[in-house]
């Protein structure tokens, strides 16, 4: 590899968007796509608030890829990042949360072969990265025990759906620290958590 592929790689890798362009997504239709190919101006706002904030609360519609957005900023972090991280990925339903790590293993199988990584463990609700230890958990927004774990990033779909969102939340704030947290939903009723 040339110093001018190297450079390249390595620009790719510290610009999100640069990088997020690279992911692939499965469209409306289930077809794999490259996310650049369809990335939208509104969505690239979005990328800029979360990697400019460390707190993002996101009220979206439903169909306009806001959670796989979410998901792929979430990706780039802790895959890119050189030490271990550990990034939760929290969803109103179990099984929710579980095709929501599939996204992510999708951009992982998916990546460009100089941007690939040997995966350690790959369970249904837990991938760990070799290289860097860096994993990410799976978990349902319903009881879910998050004060034992440290996370780096948190991922929290469907806010505005989850029982006891209130004390979720504060398991979170306490589990992420000076991480960032970034939390999406569509909204639910007057008066909920997310409102």
């Known amino acids: 590899m040339t110093n001018t592929k190297t450079s390249d790689l390595q620009s790719i890798i510290q610009d999100p968007v640069e990088f997020i362009k690279r992911l692939t997504i499965r469209d409306k239709e289930g077809k794999n796509r490259l996310f650049g190919s369809v990335i939208t101006p ?9 990697h400019n904030n460390q707190r993002v609360a996101i009220i979206k519609a439903r169909q306009l890829g806001c959670t796989t957005l979410c998901r792929a900023y979430s990706f780039w972090e802790l895959y890119t990042n050189r030490n271990s991280m550990t990034s939760a990925l929290v969803s109103n339903k179990y099984n929710s949360a579980i095709e929501l790590l599939k996204i ?3 951009f992982h199988e998916n990546l460009p072969s100089q941007l690939q990584r040997t995966v350690k463990v790959e ?5 760990i ?6 994993s990410i958990k799976a978990f349902s927004g319903a009881g879910a025990h998050l004060r034992s774990y440290t996370f780096g990033t948190a991922h929290i779909s469907e806010f505005d759906f989850i029982p006891e ?11 992420v620290n000076e991480g960032k947290l970034i939390l999406e939903s569509t909204p639910n009723y007057y008066g909920s958590p997310f409102h």
């Open 42 to 50: 509104e969505q690239i706002s979005i990328l800029d608030a979360i």
């Open 104 to 106: 992510d293993k999708r």
């Open 123 to 127: 369970k249904r609700d837990e991938l």
């Open 129 to 134: 990265f070799a290289s860097n230890k860096s």
């Open 165 to 175: 969102a209130d004390e979720l939340l504060s398991n979170v704030l306490a589990s």
